[in-house]
T-cell receptor, first 115, second 112 residues
Framework: KAGVTQTPRYLIKTRGQQVTLSCSPISGHRSVSWYQQTPGQGLQFLFEYFSETQRNKGNFPGRFSGRQFSNSRSEMNVSTLELGDSALYLC??????????????FGPGTRLTVL | DAKTTQPPSMDCAEGRAANLPCNHSTISGNEYVYWYRQIHSQGPQYIIHGLKNNETNEMASLIITEDRKSSTLILPHATLRDTAVYYCIVRVAINRDDKIIFGKGTRLHILP
């Protein structure tokens, strides 16, 4: 099976702009989670989508949003970019169901730089 | 907050077994122990997980103590490509809360 793919791999934006990142999960996986990784804060959970619904959310401001499509592909959006949003954004998919979780598999990440 | 404690760094000679410890003294009966590793600037890679029995796969072995308060990840014959940050995580087995809380992990240096 193909792994989790993320596009683009690298992105440079300026403050105040918005950005959309894309994630394609492993075939058959219905759960997609997003994480932010920075040198100072480490890996932090953003949100999780399952069957097109946000099921879990971390402690990030409303500028961070996401959605999931019927084919389980997911996008996350960051509006009004700040310098502190520069990070590696990781997507992970799993075959989690309604009442159980399963191993999460991560994509290679999107490196976002905000100037 | 992460529910695990790991040493910040470790060294291991190439070809030797690397034993990475993890403390999870507050683990609940329905929580699994998961291990991931992250090679510089790549996405975390799943290694292995277990509940209470020892587990082995093609990458590593996981030894969980009988009281489940600690575990050890064993890479049997470490190579330079095993240099990475290793994360030990506990996750509830049956829960709709499908997120992972990462700690700082252990930075493993494989020495030639």
């Amino acid at each position: 099976k193909a792994g989790v793919t993320q596009t683009p791999r690298y992105l440079i934006k300026t403050r105040g702009q918005q950005v959309t990142l894309s994630c394609s999960p492993i075939s058959g996986h219905r759960s997609v989670s997003w994480y932010q990784q920075t040198p100072g804060q480490g890996l932090q959970f953003l949100f999780e989508y399952f069957s097109e619904t946000q099921r879990n959310k971390g402690n990030f401001p409303g500028r961070f949003s996401g959605r999931q499509f019927s084919n389980s592909r997911s996008e996350m959006n960051v509006s009004t970019l700040e310098l502190g949003d520069s990070a590696l954004y990781l997507c992970a998919s799993s075959s989690a169901g309604e009442l159980f979780i399963d191993t999460q598999y991560f994509g290679p990440g999107t490196r976002l730089t905000v100037l | 907050d992460a529910k695990t404690t790991q040493p910040p760094s470790m060294d291991c000679a190439e070809g030797r077994a690397a034993n990475l410890p993890c403390n999870h003294s507050t683990i609940s009966g329905n929580e699994y122990v998961y291990w991931y590793r992250q090679i510089h600037s790549q996405g975390p890679q799943y290694i292995i997980h277990g509940l209470k029995n020892n587990e082995t796969n093609e990458m590593a072995s996981l030894i969980i103590t009988e009281d489940r308060k600690s575990s050890t990840l064993i890479l049997p014959h470490a190579t330079l490509r095993d240099t990475a940050v290793y994360y030990c995580i506990v996750r509830v087995a049956i829960n709709r809360d499908d997120k992972i809380i990462f700690g700082k992990g252990t930075r493993l240096h494989i020495l030639p």
